[in-house]
């Protein structure tokens, strides 16, 4: 025999595995970071999309409201969104304004949905309006709510805590049917006389 010989078979693919043992959470550790990575990136789930109205949302937000308002408009109703995302800088020129006496309701910088990205100011005139009937009786099927009571305009994206309707009834009041859908009119034909 020669100075080396070739260790058996066993021996060698035994090495084989314990080289692909060790390796795996190296490769594992590498995925995880990455992800983590990806996740930390700049607007990653924080990216702004335009809406109907010029205004931006978070993406997961600006596509529920884009459902939404193609819906709607379906439905001969428009939904306009005068406000969307803020910046904080926005935020706290409105609550000083708010706090002067000198603008509208504004929550304090950094409370502010608006500056998540996730709340809309929509023009609706007030609560006898068809577009505010339309969100009160359909918003939470696209996981918007109503969550200031003095403001009939204000809505916000909260899909996981906003309930479904029971089928058959309007988001607005869960426990209440909607109300029939009219027969089509019967259009009069000319007689053949």
Known sequence: MSGLEMPPA???????????????????????????RAAKKPGASKRLIRVPGGERLRTD??????????EAQQQGVMLWVVSGH???????????????GLGPRAARPGRSNHQRG?????????VTSPAYGWLSANACRFGFRRTVR????????RPRTTPLPKPGHACSDRYQPLPPVP????????SPS
């Open 10 to 36: 066993w021996v060698r693919w035994s090495f084989v595995l314990l080289l692909l043992v060790l390796a795996a959470p190296v490769a594992s550790a590498e995925e995880a970071a990455q992800r983590q």
């Open 61 to 70: 937000a600006a596509r529920a409201f884009q459902q939404m308002h193609a």
């Open 86 to 100: 803020r910046s904080r800088a926005e935020q706290r020129y409105l609550y000083r304004l708010y706090r002067k």
């Open 118 to 126: 996730t709340a809309v100011d929509v023009s609706v005139g007030d």
């Open 150 to 157: 003095s403001e009939p305009w204000h809505w916000e994206y």
């Open 183 to 190: 027969a089509p009119a019967e259009v009069a034909t000319p």
